[in-house]
């Protein structure tokens, strides 16, 4: 038996197109943008903004995502194909919509967001309007799911959230967070946490600080240390049922989106997640 790793002519096309376009169009960016993630910043809407538009046109948007989503639904192959070039450049993911921790939550809101949940969130970060963070890993137990301490406590209508979270990408300038929080602390190790989606104006969120990673300088650092004292969400923000926010991490956190970021990781290490 004989394999043939030989990528479709037709998908090779679009991969020059690709190469080209990076090479021509977005590398260029990276000296000029001070951070792709920041949709405050006017400098960096008026030059990623247009090559976003060329993106959508080519029919290259966000290519993890269903068409149902406006994606293209590649699969593990294409993606890392695709990866490994926007990976040699600082914009190159959020110019193609397939940046993280966006695109893995907008999986999370896919899948398991309520037809509210999707309007007010996930239309918008499809979009590219807005960016969004994921608070997952804490300063106690790093990424362990079972030794998350922060806590969600439901009070009538609403979730009360209290803890810390470390290296919650994007936060700073992020429009929401994804917040991973101990529901039911009595439960089964991975059954004692839910997923929520936390808007980043609630009363209480504290931006501790950002903290610098692999080698970036003090302007590029975007990695935020934040605390929630007593941060009220509507009820309705619970994303999947109570006691399964193990699970639900799962979908951003496995199979595609390990993808992507290993793929990009292989060029810059600018795997972000």
Partial sequence: MSWDFETPSEFQAELDWVDRFVREEVEPLDHLVRHAWDVRDPVRNALIKPLQQQVRDRGLWACHLGPELGGQGYGQVKLALLN?????????????????PDSGNSEILA?????????????????????SAYSMTEPQGGSDPTA????????????V??????????????SFQIVLAVTDPQAAPHERTSMFVVPADAPGIEIVRDVNVWGHDEEQASHAYVRFRS??????????????????????????????????????GRAWT
Avoid: N
């Fill in 84 to 100: 490994e070039i926007l990976g040699r450049t600082h914009c190159g993911q959020v110019v193609f919509g397939a940046q993280a």
């Fill in 111 to 131: 899948h398991y967001g309520t037809p509210e949940l999707k309007e007010r969130y996930l239309a918008p970060l499809l979009s590219g309007e807005i960016v």
């Fill in 148 to 159: 998350i301490m922060t806590r969600a406590v439901l009070d009538g209508d609403e979730w």
């Fill in 161 to 174: 959230i209290d803890g810390e979270k470390w290296f919650s990408s994007h936060a700073s300038f992020a």
């Fill in 231 to 268: 941060v009220r969400i509507p009820r309705d923000h619970l994303l999947g049922e109570r006691g399964r926010g193990f699970a639900v991490a799962q979908t951003r956190l496995g199979g595609a989106g390990s993808t992507m970021r290993c793929a990009r990781w292989a060029w810059s």
